[in-house]
C-alpha cells in the first residue's frame, strides 16, 4: 500500500507529475487551498502551507509525500511547518522537489536554503529522497518569452553555461521515486540537462528555430537587482535569483549528471527539441 499526497500539484512540475500518476494508475491524492481546482478525476484535499493544522490534516492516511514548496519568502517556515506535520500524521516518505546544489553550509544563499529545507527532513527521522532539478527549460517560454519576442535576452550570466532539464524529465523522475519510494531512500538526485549551453548559445539555436535573430546581451548585476525591484519582487527572493545568477556567470551551473537517464531509462530531453516545440511562444 502506498498512498500518494501531492503538493505543489498546480505549477510546472506538480502539472506534469499529476498527469503521469494518472496515466499509471497511482493511488493519489492532491493538496490544495482551493481543492476544488484538481485536475478532473483527481481528489483534492484541503491543505494550506501555513496552517500547520491544515497541514496534519491533509496528510493523515498517506503513505508517501511529495513536498514542493513555494518560492516565497517565508519558505523555511513553510518548510518546517510542512515537515512538523509530516512527522505527526505518520508519513513513511518524503520525496522532496529541492534544488541542484543543496547545500545547508552553501555560500550560495539558494542552495543553502534548499540545503537548510532537505536537512530539516533528514532530521525529521522520515525516509525521505532528495530530487535535485537545474533551471528549468521552460523558463524560455514562462519568463523569457517577451525579451525574445523581442529580439534581446538580457541576464547577468556573462559566458556561463547551463545544464537546463525539461520539467517533463523531472515529473517523470519524480513518478518513478513515488512508484517504489523505499527502493531510493536515503538517495539525492540531481536532474539536470545532457549538455550545457552558454544564453548565447541557447539564443543561437531559438534564433534558428524561429527564422530570425535573437541576440544576448550581459547586464551588470545591479541593472539586474533593479530591474526586478521595479517588478516588485520581494527583497529576499532577489538575494535568491541574484545567487543563482552567480553560479551561472561563475560557470558552476554546466555540470552535467546520468540521474535522469538512471530513473527513467531514457536521456534528458534536448534544449534543440524543446525549442522547436515551442516556436510559436517566441515568434512577434
Request: charged content about 15%; glycine content about 10%; hydrophobic content about 50%.
Amino acid at each position: 500500500m502506498n498512498r500518494i499526497l501531492v503538493t505543489g500539484a498546480s505549477g510546472h512540475i506538480g502539472t506534469e507529475l499529476v498527469n503521469l500518476l494518472k496515466a499509471r494508475g497511482a493511488d493519489f491524492a492532491v493538496m490544495s487551498s482551493r481543492p476544488g481546482s484538481a485536475a478532473a478525476g483527481v481528489l483534492g484535499i484541503p491543505g494550506d502551507f501555513a496552517d500547520p493544522a491544515s497541514l496534519q490534516r491533509a496528510f493523515s492516511g498517506f503513505d508517501t509525500l511529495f513536498l514542493l514548496l513555494p518560492l516565497v519568502p517565508n519558505k523555511l517556515e513553510l518548510a518546517r511547518n510542512a515537515v512538523q506535520a509530516a512527522k505527526a500524521a505518520g508519513v513513511r516518505h518524503i520525496v522532496r522537489s529541492s534544488g541542484a546544489g543543496a547545500d545547508a553550509a552553501s555560500p550560495v544563499s539558494l542552495a543553502r536554503l534548499q540545503g537548510s529545507i532537505d536537512q530539516l527532513v533528514v532530521e525529521s527521522g522520515i525516509a525521505h529522497t532528495f530530487l535535485r532539478p537545474a533551471t528549468f527549460m521552460q523558463n524560455l517560454v514562462n519568463f523569457s518569452a517577451a525579451q525574445i519576442k523581442g529580439g534581446t535576452l538580457y541576464a547577468p550570466h556573462g559566458d556561463g553555461a547551463q545544464s537546463l532539464v525539461d520539467v517533463r524529465d523531472i515529473a517523470e523522475c519524480a513518478a518513478v521515486v513515488l512508484a517504489d519510494p523505499a527502493a531510493h531512500a536515503g538517495q539525492a538526485y540531481t536532474l539536470t540537462g545532457g549538455e550545457a549551453f552558454s544564453n548565447a548559445q541557447q539564443m543561437a539555436l531559438v534564433s534558428r528555430a524561429i527564422g530570425r535573430p535573437v541576440a544576448y546581451v550581459d547586464v551588470p548585476e545591479a541593472a539586474a537587482v533593479e530591474a526586478m525591484q521595479g517588478m516588485g519582487v520581494p527583497a529576499p527572493l532577489i538575494g535568491w535569483f541574484m545567487s543563482l545568477n552567480h553560479v551561472v556567470k561563475q560557470g558552476w551551473a554546466a555540470g552535467i549528471s546520468g540521474d535522469v537517464a538512471a530513473l527513467t531509462g531514457h536521456p534528458p530531453r534536448r534544449l534543440e527539441a524543446f525549442i522547436a516545440e515551442n516556436v510559436a511562444a517566441w515568434r512577434a
